[in-house]
Every structure is written in C-alpha cells, then in structure tokens.
C-alpha cells in the first residue's frame, strides 16, 4: 500500500481549529496547542532577538512563521531569525518563507512523539535545508542545545544552562544569559 505524501496544499484545506500542521517529507505532524510555558519561552527568544535586530537593523525575528522549504516541507519553527538579506529573497507572495532563516528555534513540548520531531526530523530538516544554526529549549528543565552548521549538517556545538550566555557567530554582538529566556517561569 502506498503512503500518503501531504503536501502544502493539503495543509490548506484543514480546519482552522487550533492545532499546528506541519509536513516533513511528506509526513503530517499535528501539535496540540502549546504548554503556557512553553509560548512564554518562545516570546521571551523572540523579544531578546528582535530587540537585538532593532539595535543592530541586521535583520528579523519572527514567531511560528511558515517555512516552505519544498510542497512536502512545510513547517512552523516556534521562532526564527532571518537576515534582511536572506528575508528580500526568501518572502513570498504568499507571505511565508521559501528559503531557510539563518537561525531556527524550537521549545520542546512534552512527550516522545513530540520530543523525536524537534530532535530529530526537524534537525535533519533544518540540516538538509541550509539552516545555520538550531536551538532545541527544553523550558521544564531549563537549558538551551545549540546546533551550528559544519560540514554542510548541523551537529550539536552545546549546551547551556542558566548560568551560561548564549551568543552565536551567526549573530554578531548578540548575547544573552540562558536565565533570561527562562526568567518569569515558576
């Protein structure tokens, strides 16, 4: 029996109800709405990028864009950061990325199914895409993994708890404490 291959004009046709669609090769992946915490996490990486791009007018931040990579990849990272350079050739008509940002984030959600999507298809996504850099935050226990391009794929460089600064070569004079992205979360 053949495998069903969604593509992103499927993802047009589901219902508004909610739930983030998303497709990697093909595959469907459907999350339910997010933990408070875990949006919390996300606003908190955005806010500490955009506020960084308005300084430096380097580029742009941006919360659960689309990402069209291909019509069988269609994602919505939690956050991502895109260069104006890259943003002019990379924005569609249609409003969503066609091209990868430099800097992709997602917050883990609880559970496996969950947990084996952020870590490993879309890091083989994001790896294969030309994605730069890659952070996995895992807000429940409070750290950070990075993730930087070598070699044409994106292998873990480390990882940081709060007492650590996150900064990235790909962002240059951007830095962070680690307890700031998680500042706030009882």
Known sequence: MAMVRWTSKDLDMLPDDGKRYEIVD?????SKQPHWHHQFVANQVWELLQNWSRRTKAGMANSAPGVIFADDDDVAPDVVWISRERLDRAIQPDGKLH????????????????????????????????????????????????YRRQDAVLKQVSTLYEGDVLQSPHLPGFRCQVAQIFADIF
């Open 99 to 146: 091209a990868a940002p430099e800097l992709a984030v997602e917050v883990l959600s609880p559970g496996a199914t969950n947990t084996m999507r952020d870590r490993e298809v879309k890091l083989k996504l994001y790896s294969r895409r030309g994605v730069l850099e890659y952070w996995i935050i895992n807000w429940q226990e409070r750290y950070v993994e990075v």
């Open 26 to 30: 093909g595959e469907l992946y459907i």
